[in-house]
């Protein structure tokens, strides 16, 4: 590729699963897979094997997905399994994400990359505390597109207005979440209809498969349309007589494209420079774009290690107090006056949880103010105290350099995914008083 528009042409579309605990989304992904062509013939063996031995006639198809044992013992998804499959129109990444609530933390992992969300629904029960859960997560991870499977329509005998019904419900959820683009398929993940196939059985339904909506939904976004965001991992000096003044920085581009001759700003330490030179696996290239690696070469002599970002127009505002919506992922709670380090990009600082400004119940996007601490799936709105200055963008406007984790300091453990910025764009804040503060 030479040219920015080449680099935005993509054909990889990143999505997750997510739906309550027998809505059959295992079943949904082995079905996607198995008629897609996807399924090596060992692998359909195997199942088919394993279905015999447990007494089925017929090839379980969620064993396709549910590859840990106890997740086939108790016929759950537990683990986030990622799956890679490809159609004549597009190559997809697949992350299987668990239904039970005590594992809704892993829907963050794997929805965190993700550019569509299907999220099931079984048509018997229609919308549940856990489907509102998956879609609330889906906004507040700003995935751009999401889709409603309301599955097993054959166990409603394929009605039409049981359909209409939950597709009306969750679009309006949906949208009080600002989530903008949603599509209601009607499917039978069992059957097989309106998963890769048209349904003979629902001749009242005129939209897309399953399938054909993953393989036409627009992704990606143009590199061009962002700032260019270059976290600095690694600082290249030889120290050879080859390359005696060579000084590289090497790192993945978070966002945008950088060119030889733009402008650039690293931060947090403001100090301004141009760009000398780009290199692409040791070979000198004219622009770079997001989410490539590459080492970058300055006009200047700066003093930059590992963890500061080199930015271009506009810039964030370095800062040390960092207002963010978080999920809390770990079974240890969250509390006011815990001591965390915050990961951001490539840096890491020292943190201190300085109030929790309120929790969000999902179920009404009530915002509870006065809360002491988060427990784990919780999502809340905090405010942390860090040691050095850390430069984020808004995480509605730049997903990469908008989140950040906290981690235990004692074991290294991931207590929390945080996102800068307000959660949804529909939710007003709820101002909640504090009697300490700290400085």
Request: proline fraction near 5%; charged fraction near 20%; aromatic fraction near 6%.
């Amino acid at each position: 590729m030479s040219t920015t528009e080449e680099a935005t042409a993509t054909s990889l579309l990143r999505f997750a699963t997510a739906g309550s605990v027998d809505d059959g989304k295992s079943t949904l992904v082995g079905r996607l897979l198995h008629d897609s062509k996807s399924v090596l013939a060992d692998q359909l063996e195997a199942v088919e094997h394993a279905s015999r031995r447990r007494g089925q006639q017929a090839p379980d198809l969620a064993l396709l997905t549910d590859g840990l044992r106890a997740e086939r013992e108790q016929g759950i998804t537990i683990d986030v399994a990622y799956r890679y499959f490809a159609t004549a129109r597009r190559r997809f990444i697949l992350a299987d994400t668990p239904g039970h609530v005590q594992y809704t933390r892993n829907m963050v992992t794997g929805a965190s990359t993700a550019e569509l969300a299907v999220v099931l629904v079984d048509a018997r029960n229609g919308v549940v505390e856990q489907t509102r859960r998956h879609a609330a997560v889906a906004a507040l991870l700003r995935v751009p597109h999401v889709v409603l499977a309301v599955n097993k329509m054959d166990l409603v005998d394929y009605a039409e207005p049981v359909f209409a019904a939950i597709a009306a419900e969750f679009t309006a959820y949906a949208a009080s979440l600002g989530v903008k683009d949603v599509v209601a398929v009607p499917i039978s993940a069992l059957a097989g209809d309106n998963v890769v196939e048209p349904s003979a059985h629902m001749d009242w339904y005129g939209g897309p498969t399953l399938l054909e909506h993953l393989e036409t939904v627009p992704v990606g976004t143009d590199p061009s349309a962002e700032p260019a965001r270059f976290p600095v991992q690694y600082v290249i000096r030889p120290q050879s007589e080859e390359h005696h003044d060579y000084r590289g920085y090497a790192g993945q581009l978070a966002s945008g494209v950088l060119r030889v001759g733009d402008a650039v700003t690293v931060l947090p330490s403001g100090h301004t420079s141009t760009v000398a030179a780009i290199d692409a696996l040791g070979v000198p290239t004219e622009l770079a774009w997001a989410p490539q690696s590459v080492t970058v070469r300055l006009a200047d002599d700066i003093d930059i290690s590992r963890g500061d970002l080199i930015a271009a127009a506009p810039l964030p505002v370095p800062t040390k107090d960092i207002e963010a919506t978080v999920c809390h992922l770990s079974e240890r709670p969250l509390h006011v006056g815990a001591k965390v380090l915050l990961k951001h990009t490539t840096r890491t600082v020292r943190a201190l949880v300085k109030e929790i400004s309120y929790r969000i119940d999902i179920d009404s996007l009530e915002q509870r103010s006065g809360a002491e601490g988060l427990n784990v799936n919780d999502i809340g709105h905090v405010v942390l105290r860090t040691a050095e200055p850390l430069a984020l963008d808004d995480y509605t406007e730049n997903r990469r350099t908008g989140s950040f984790i906290l981690i235990d300091p004692s074991d290294g453990t991931t207590l929390t995914a945080g996102m800068a910025g307000e959660a949804f764009d529909t939710v007003s804040t709820t101002d909640a008083s504090h009697e300490e503060d700290w400085v």
